[in-house]
């Protein structure tokens, strides 16, 4: 069952009556007069008053036409008189060569002038005014703009209270209007006047351009054929006392110049004054040269060479040869004995250059000897990171040839998968808390029981390490078996970490050109830190950390170490060494940690 809609509501109606209206008096109430903040208005004129105001107006109209225009005859007649003056000016402007100097009028009282009428007075004073007011406006139109809409003013007369009331009777009303208010009348025009005007009223008239004067005879013309007389030129002063200075000075003769030509001449100007005598002055002796041009590397080397090379070195080039196979072997091996990163010294190379060269025969500090040895450390130091990638690749090699014939061992790395190889990266790259070492810098690794024996002595230290042992091969005196090279041993350490990291995804990614993954000095060796608002300046050890501990390995250690990294090395070289044998040590070595650094000492 349904409902009906409810009814529709009907909109309300408005009582019936008389709409809103406005008061019939409003028009007379005035708020704010009545409140004083407004001046009340002026009464509108009733129409007598607007017919007698217009009748006055017509009647000022005509008196002020008739006045500008006697003003303007007035200025016409001052210009006719100027222009009859100057026309009498020009016909009696020729005056004799030195006319008689005129003598000042004798003063004559105030009593003496004769009294003008009064109408001239006005007039020279109304002329007067005209000319001061059109050079005004010539010299300064700018000051005359505000006024530009009201030319006639400038030869306006003087006059008493303008009337300003409406000469338009038609716009308003007419009757009985006494209560009604009215606004401010409009400002009347007043008459302009031109130059047209003035040119109109003259009786002369004016000329413009410069007169035509009889050419006197003493100017030159030329003449009807065109061939001028040239004009004769003077002739210059000679510089010197006498023939015989001037030959000594060697100057160049004074040449005749032209009256266009330059007035300084040799010698300087003429002075009009013989008592202000000028000294010349003498010639400094203090010569400014203009400064060297420095000759740059590839001058220097005067074959257009980019690089510097042996053949460079100053004499016969078996010079190079001694460099090559003598001087730089043993700079190597001083190389390797430094700390990681250091670079050789001048004193340094000196002392090799005098052993082989002579005393003092060759100089450290020639660029050629700078630039040879800063080269082949480059390259020093790079084969150790070629080094260390050769090493793990021949790992991947063995692990995937002994998987093949069945001869690896259930608990080795199988590096030649992608998940062996990462599991052996992430053990090689484990970190100790203790000493802050790493795995793969040990040859025992017990993490567990923090039990860790032969430090950097690991198989892919060592086998990188040997890099440094091939090349001191080639020493003339051969290998010590002792050899303690430190900085070599550490520069191993740091290219395996570096080859390492390569390797984190289980395959090869290869290093790019950027300078954080370069084997460099800038990512690889020690940095400080500065100091801040809370802590001091600090020295970051990546390269010298375990310094320390190198340096306290005795002779017998570095024997034991060169003996097991020879294994690894290049057999195609012949070794020219002394017999190396392993001296008797103890594996045991007690870990004792100094701040940053770490000491280990052998038993």
């Known amino acids: 069952m349904s409902l009906p809609p409810p009814p529709k509501r009907r909109p309300g109606r408005l009582p019936d009556g008389p709409g809103l209206t406005t008061r019939s008096n409003n028009k007379n109430v005035h708020p704010a007069e009545a409140a004083g903040l407004v ?33 303007l005859s007035r200025l016409a007649a001052i210009e006719d008189r100027q222009r009859r ?34 109408e001239s007075e006005d007039e020279m004073d109304l002329g007067r005014f005209f000319l001061f007011r059109l050079s005004h406006i010539a010299l300064y139109p700018q000051a005359n703009d505000s006024d530009s809409h009201d030319e006639s003013g400038l030869f306006a007369p003087p006059s008493d209270d303008e009337d300003d009331s409406d000469s338009d009777p038609d716009s308003e009303d007419s009757g009985d209007n006494g209560n009604v208010k009215t606004s401010a009348p409009r400002k009347q025009k007043k008459l302009k006047i031109t130059r047209s005007d003035i040119r109109d009223l003259r009786e002369t008239e004016d000329v413009v351009g410069t007169p035509e004067v009889e050419a006197s005879g003493g100017k030159r013309k030329a003449t009807d054929d065109g061939n001028a007389k040239s004009k004769k030129g003077k002739t210059a002063k000679k510089g010197g006392l006498s023939i015989g200075i001037k030959e000594t000075l060697k100057r160049k003769s ?26 010349e002055r003498e010639k400094s002796i203090i010569r400014i040269d203009a400064p060297a041009k420095k000759i740059t590397q590839k001058e220097l080397r005067g074959d257009g060479s980019k690089r510097w090379r042996v053949s460079h070195i100053p004499g016969p080039a078996s010079n190079g040869d ?16 430094a700390f990681p990163w250091d670079t050789v010294s001048d004193a340094q190379a000196q002392v090799e250059l005098d052993r082989f060269y002579g005393k003092n025969v060759m100089s450290a500090k020639a660029d050629v000897f700078s630039a040879l040895i800063a080269y082949r450390s480059h390259y020093w130091r790079s084969g150790f990171p070629l080094q260390a990638h050769k090493c793990i690749l021949e790992m991947v090699q063995d692990a995937a040839k002994r998987e093949e014939e069945g001869t690896a061992d259930p608990d080795d ?62 020493l003339p005196d051969g290998i010590e078996t002792n050899e303690p090279a430190l900085g070599a041993l550490i520069l ?72 097991r990294a020879a294994k690894y090395g290049d057999p195609k070289k012949k070794r020219r060494g002394r017999s190396m044998s392993v001296a008797s040590s103890s594996d045991a070595e007690s870990l004792v940690v100094e701040e940053e650094r770490i000491i280990i000492e052998f038993d």
């Open 413 to 474: 790395y199988k590096l030649h998968t992608v998940e062996g190889m990462q599991s052996y990266i992430e053990f090689s790259l484990e970190v100790d808390n203790k000493t802050q070492t790493k795995a793969f810098y040990w040859r025992e690794w017990d993490a567990d029981a923090e039990k860790y024996k032969g430090l950097f002595q690991s198989s892919v230290v060592l086998y990188t390490y040997a890099h440094h042992l091939n090349c001191l091969d080639g």
């Open 322 to 337: 001694i460099f090559t196979n003598k001087v730089w072997p043993h700079l190597r091996k001083q190389l390797g004995r």
């Open 254 to 279: 004074t040449k005749e110049v032209e009256d266009d030509d330059s007035m300084v001449h040799y010698g300087g100007p003429a002075l009009d004054d013989d008592a202000g005598e000028v000294v």
């Open 85 to 118: 003056e100057d026309m009498v000016y020009h016909e009696t402007a020729h005056h004799p060569i030195d006319p008689p100097r005129r003598s000042r009028a004798p003063s004559t009282p105030a009593s003496a002038h004769e009294e003008l009428p009064a």
């Open 39 to 71: 001046p009340p208005a002026a009464e509108r004129r009733t129409a007598e008053q607007k017919a007698e105001d217009k009748a006055k107006a017509a009647e000022d109209k005509k008196q002020a036409a008739l006045e500008h225009h006697n003003k």
């Open 492 to 563: 191993a350490s740091q290219a395996v970490e570096r080859e390492l990291g390569f390797w984190k995804t289980g395959t090869y990614i290869a290093p790019s050109k950027a300078q954080k993954e370069q084997f460099s000095f800038e990512r690889w060796g020690d940095y400080e830190v500065e100091a801040t608002a809370t802590s001091p300046k600090r020295r970051i050890l990546r390269a010298t950390r375990c310094v320390d501990s190198l340096k306290k390995w005795k002779p017998e250690d570095w024997e034991q170490v060169n003996m």
